[in-house]
């Protein structure tokens, strides 16, 4: 085996960076504010550049690629230009200043991140039809992408158990945050440099016929078909099912209709170079029937969506379902129909239908606001608070079902969830805009949002209803209290202590404690509404009854925290003449309306036996 000498890596390196030096400088600047960020990850200006380079990077790459291929020379100074152009409108507009908080701008990152890698599969080929160039290529980057990670994760893994060996043996004062530096490192320049070393410059030699990776071939044929093929039947017995049944299909079901066409879809591109093998009669019947076999599991998603659409309108889960169950609608007719059956169609249309779904007043943020807002309004007007053109002042009236309470509160969360408040102000005659918690700051920011978004929600619903204090905060806490052992627990009298718990769920198992090593007594807790009692079985005949009731009424009255013992305990008079003091309970808060009808939720007890 020759092994590439350090002359020929830094050609390689070197070339690499000359042909694609734009996604590699957004790379560095990612990977250093990456760097930053170890000992200050809320900073809001490192983490918008951070995903800016994340996204800036596959679009360089696929305007690079475009410009590499176009006839114009001058495409080579505007598609870098493009590139970083974009990067800046994102920046300065787009770019979330934290993870995961704003919703609206998570998604939009999200989509985006979808539609520059799709740019990267297509670019180089968006105006040249060279099938055979087309499948090698992509091919070509998702083998040298596999490659990339194992080649980081062997690199990664190497270096920080040597840099383990030199803390432990050689006892060098090292900072554990140097693990993380050094995977930002390692996964941002190393993985990316290396990957971007791999990508094909030859495009003519790319598009001539090549013999099928035979790895590739006997992983399709014997593992993916298959399972795709598996996963049809399954979808067809349950849609045979739903037909015998006459009733809508489960929820759910859309979200496994969907990974099945993607996983079928990636399937047929695998193998698009054997579809016309006569060496391979399975994978060619596979790549002509899959597309008619979809047609119907279209039609069982759509109904699938119906169901939950029906029941709670459009949101941004079930706007993508829709609109991605018309993609493969579409992909599905093409591939039947065409004569051509060019597959680059697939990435090219899905990249489209991202854009699109992001702007305008059909994209997914305006279409599943205006559906919530509808939803809302249909459930004022049932209730007879609100009626179009009016506005809510103060209303006096109440929403008698629970149900519709519940949906209320979904649809006030729904837009104070994404931060789109305004859009309810046709409803409402308080300007919302000055709504603000009068709730004291704390130094805790987060628990002060949560707060603030509690407090909100809690006004923009009294506001439309009085029956608020009657179930129309869904989420409140369970009230949770300890017994009181700064000054130690009075255990006077008694010769033996066991520790019992009963979670939430499972639902009430029984637990046993050892009074002697032969002789053991049986607890269990019996859990309702209106009683709750801890019982203690001895010698299979000896039952021991302690109420819960009075501890927990008291309890509702208290603020939660530490409760003194005396209120905590509770003394048994039968025969083995038990004390239990309680450890810890969680109860039901009074203003829920969740479906457990059980009053006390976790409780961990002590107790004593004489």
Request: net charge positive.
């Amino acid at each position: 085996m020759k092994f590439p000498s350090i002359k020929y890596l830094t050609t390689q390196a070197g070339a690499a960076a000359k042909r694609f030096y734009l996604p590699l400088l957004f790379a560095f600047i990612g990977s250093y504010f990456a760097l930053l960020m170890v000992n200050n990850s809320h900073a809001p200006s490192f983490v918008r550049i951070l995903f800016t380079c994340s996204l800036a990077l596959p679009l360089s790459l696929g305007c690079m690629l475009y410009a590499e291929r176009s006839e114009k020379a001058i495409m080579k100074l505007v598609m870098p230009a493009v590139a970083i152009c974009f990067s800046l409108v994102y920046w300065c507009w787009l770019a979330p200043d934290a993870f995961f908080e704003n919703y609206r701008l998570m998604l939009i990152y999200f989509v985006l991140a979808v539609v520059m890698h799709l740019w990267v599969a297509i670019a180089a080929y968006l105006s040249r039809n060279e099938r055979t160039g087309f499948w090698r290529f992509n091919e070509t980057l998702y083998a040298r992408m596999i490659l990339a990670l194992v080649f980081s994760g062997a690199l990664y893994i190497g270096l920080s158990l040597a840099i383990t060996a030199c803390k432990i043996l050689l006892k060098f004062d090292i900072d554990s945050d140097v693990y993380i530096r050094l995977w930002i490192i390692v996964a941002g320049i190393f993985n990316t440099w290396f990957f971007l070393a791999g990508i094909p410059a030859d495009y003519t030699e790319v598009n001539t016929e090549s013999v099928f990776p035979k790895a590739l071939k006997i992983f399709t044929q014997y593992i993916l078909i298959p399972i795709v093929t598996l996963y049809m039947v399954i979808l067809y017995v349950y849609g045979f099912k739903i037909i015998g049944m006459w009733s809508l299909p489960k929820g759910w079901v859309s979200m496994l209709i969907f990974c099945y066409s993607v996983v079928g879809i990636l399937a047929v591109l695998l193998v698009s170079p054997l579809r016309d093998d006569a060496e391979t009669p399975w994978v060619r019947f596979f790549s002509k029937f899959f597309f008619t076999a979809s047609l119907p599991l279209v039609v069982l998603l759509y109904a699938a969506i119906y169901a939950r659409v029906n029941q709670y309108g459009i949101t941004e889960s079930r706007y993508y379902l829709i609109i991605l169950g018309a993609w493969l609608g579409y992909v599905s007719l093409y591939f039947i129909f065409s004569k051509q059956k060019n597959i680059r169609i697939v990435p090219l249309s899905l990249a489209i239908i991202g854009v699109l779904s992001l702007f305008g007043p059909w994209s997914v943020f305006s279409v599943s606001e205006k559906s919530q807002l509808h939803r809302l309004e249909a459930l004022l007007i049932k209730n007879n608070i609100w009626k179009p053109g009016e506005k809510v002042t103060r209303s006096n009236k109440a929403i008698k079902s629970n149900y519709e309470s519940e949906q209320l509160l979904n649809i006030i969360e729904y837009f104070i969830d994404r931060d789109d408040v305004m859009a309810l102000q046709p409803i409402y005659a308080t300007h919302l805009k000055g709504f603000k918690t009068h709730r004291k700051k704390t130094t805790d920011s987060y628990s002060d949002d949560w707060n603030a978004r509690n407090d909100l929600k809690d006004s923009l619903i009294h506001i439309l209803c009085t029956n608020q204090k009657n179930g129309m905060t869904r989420y409140r806490n369970d009230l949770t209290y300890a017994v009181d052992q700064r000054l130690g627990l009075n255990t006077a009298g008694y010769s033996k202590m066991f520790y019992v718990a009963f979670p939430t769920y499972p639902d009430d198992k029984k637990q046993w404690i050892f009074l002697t090593p032969t002789d053991s007594a049986q607890v269990t807790l019996t859990r309702q509404d209106s009683s709750t009692s801890l019982n203690i079985l001895h010698d299979g005949k000896n039952v021991e009854a302690i109420g819960l009731d009075a501890p927990v009424n008291y309890l509702k009255t208290q603020e939660q925290g530490d409760i003194p013992q005396e209120r905590m305990t509770l003394n048994g008079t039968g025969a083995i003449k038990p004390r239990v003091i309680i450890k810890s309970i969680s109860i039901r808060h009074p203003e829920s309306i969740d479906n457990d009808d059980k009053i006390v939720k976790d409780l961990g007890v002590w107790i004593l036996i004489r």
